[in-house]
């Protein structure tokens, strides 16, 4: 029958598509042992790749011929025509090439290489068009590869009788192109597969869940070569496509309930048409639906493979693959729950840190609240302290007050000043502690603050007979006045505070080299290795019964290490319980 002539080739493919370099070279091998084996000058291999295309891999005997097809591609329905109008014997096809139509001779020349040979116009006599080809099938006779012998070394056509011995002894040929085909298409998937592990294991725990499943997608359907993927995740709301691994609803929970069996039992399930393997309650009871869905898809297999980690089951992954790809096996079962295992701990990863974040928002949303009802409060108690400190001392000072009211006032003034000064130090916190109030640095000699605090703690340090020394000089930082004047005024306070009658608190600032340091030591009731764990912590008291005995409102400290955090410094602490205490903050010259 005649066939149309195409006005203008199809469009050429992309080319070298297939296979690495080793894999190529086995091939170039092999097409060289066949042609000298069949007595032919030119051997080429030509792959069928997964996208219906014909790509030349390899190509022994004509440097001319490897040069102009090696890495071309050609669409199959190009050699199709060709095919169908030739003799076979065997697995191989003789097409001469005065039975070539229009359409066929077009579709070959578009895409071949055609030898340079003299036209003899002698019917048993090899002609540059003639064509030699065997078809490589695999086992469940699908079409892999094309072998083409070019140009006997005699120069004549093969007689039939020599086609058909050719045919039996080229054999064992077909049997390793296959081979390296099948060797080398399960070598890329292993890699495939290994580099979707990799995505799996890289994905940050910080990636959202579906982010996650995004980056692993395309991945995992390159490696176990599926024409759709779904992912489902139990707890997650599904991904509602309409290829053939989109189950719907009732499929979908018939899915996940086999899931659950297969992980426990670390197998998956395949679904081909008529058939469940793997489940024999799917197949049992949903076979028909199952089979139903592939048809409806064009689907020949559809694989369910149950994610988790350790013993908990977490979802399933759900593969599909055309009619006509290659089946599945049982190397690719064991590489998907691979995969699944590592998909599995990301994915409890993922819950972990969104957990976390949760976790971290909810204290953050507390710790918000508590520094705005600290402030909130420690305002509130201002203004009426303000009042009634103001009130006292008016009554204080009228005329003829007895002796007893006096002794009351007194106490109410003492009362009221410890009240003011843990308003003051909650007022301090809460700034410090508000991420609306940054820090604002300007130049702050230590050196005159330490001097400032020394004076102001003289009267209560010669009261308690104490001697304060003071060595300070050179010692400029970059901060907050009024942080650093508190962070000082406190240090050398509690060290008055804690010292025994007769003994010297020693405060002293200098520079070393790219810092401050200051030091504050001091001869008094030292402090214990359990109370030093927890010194810093806001309204922590010591336990040393000498200590409690002594004012304070357990804040002070806890000031200082807000402070020295504030302006990147560090703070260190030396104390035993009977010899002192020596507080050393160092902070960025």
């Given amino acids: 029958m005649a066939e149309q002539l ?29 042609r000298r084996r069949a007595g032919f000058e030119v051997c080429a291999v030509e792959v069928l790749r997964a996208d219906d295309v014909l790509e030349i891999v390899a190509v022994a005997g004509s440097d001319d011929g490897e040069e102009a097809l090696l890495r071309q591609a050609s669409p199959l329905t190009a050699m199709k025509p060709a095919l169908a109008l030739g003799a076979e014997y065997g697995a191989w096809t003789f097409i001469a090439h005065e039975w070539l139509t229009p359409a066929a001779a077009r579709g070959l020349t578009d895409y071949s290489w055609v030898p340079d040979l003299p036209d003899t116009h002698d019917p048993t006599r090899w002609h540059a068009l003639d064509m030699l080809v065997a078809r490589v099938v695999d086992d469940r006779g699908h079409l ?216 971290m928002a909810e204290l953050q949303r507390l710790d918000r609240y508590r520094a705005e009802l600290v402030a909130t409060v420690s305002h509130e108690l201002k203004n009426p302290l303000g009042v009634i400190m103001g009130h006292v001392e ?29 308003v003051d130090d909650l007022l301090m916190l809460s700034r410090m502690g508000n991420p609306d109030t940054p820090l604002e640095r300007v130049r702050v000699d230590l050196a005159a603050l330490v001097e400032e605090a020394a004076d102001d703690e003289s009267p209560a340090a010669s009261a308690a007979g104490l001697t304060i020394r003071v060595a300070a000089y050179d010692a400029e930082v970059a901060g907050d006045p ?26 002293a600032a200098e520079r070393r080299g790219d810092e401050v340091v200051l030091t504050v030591t001091d001869q008094g009731l030292g402090i214990s290795e359990e109370d030093q764990r927890r010194l810093f912590t806001e309204f922590f008291r010591s336990t040393n019964p000498d200590a409690l005995r002594r004012p304070g409102t357990g804040l002070g400290l806890a000031i200082v290490a807000r402070i020295v955090a504030r302006h990147e410094g560090r703070i260190d602490l030396d104390s035993a319980l009977g010899r002192g205490t020596k507080v050393t903050v160092t902070l960025p010259a």
């Fill in 6 to 34: 195409s006005p203008e080739p199809a469009p050429r493919p992309r080319e070298d598509g297939w296979g690495g370099d080793e894999a190529r070279a086995a091939l170039r091998l092999i097409a060289d042992d066949a």
């Fill in 144 to 359: 892999r590869a094309l072998v083409y012998l070019d140009v006997p070394l005699d120069g004549d056509r093969p007689s039939p009788a020599r086609l058909r011995a050719l045919a039996e002894e080229m054999q064992l040929v077909l049997r390793a192109v296959l081979s390296s085909l099948e060797r080398e298409e399960l070598s890329q998937q292993l890699r495939l597969v290994a580099t979707a592990r990799e995505v799996v294991r890289a994905t940050s725990s910080r990636a959202g869940l579906p982010d996650l499943l995004r980056r692993t997608h395309g991945h995992l359907l390159a490696g176990f070569r599926a024409d759709d993927l779904v992912i489902e995740v139990f707890g997650t709301p599904s991904d509602h496509g309409t290829g053939p691994a989109h189950l719907g609803p009732d499929l979908g929970a018939a899915a996940a309930a086999a899931a659950l069996r297969a992980w426990a039992d670390q197998t998956v399930v395949v679904v081909e048409p008529g058939r469940v393997w793997g489940d024999d309650a799917l197949d049992r009871t949903r076979r028909p639906d199952l089979t139903a869905h592939l048809a409806r898809h064009g689907a020949g297999e559809l694989v369910l493979v149950p994610i988790g980690a350790g013993p908990d089951p977490l979802g399933l992954m759900l593969l599909a693959r055309d009619l006509g790809r290659a089946r599945w096996t049982e190397n690719d079962g064991w590489a998907a729950l691979d995969v699944a295992h590592d998909l599995g701990r990301a994915i409890l990863q993922n819950r972990a840190h969104e957990r976390e974040q949760e976790l």
């Fill in 394 to 422: 008016m009554i204080e000072s009228l005329p003829d007050l007895p002796a007893a009211a006096r002794t009351s006032i007194t106490a109410m003034t003492r009362g009221a000043d410890r009240l003011s000064t843990v």
């Fill in 482 to 507: 009024e942080e650093l004047r508190r962070l000082v005024a406190n240090l050398v306070s509690n060290a008055v505070k804690y010292s025994v009658a007769g003994g010297t608190v020693t405060a």
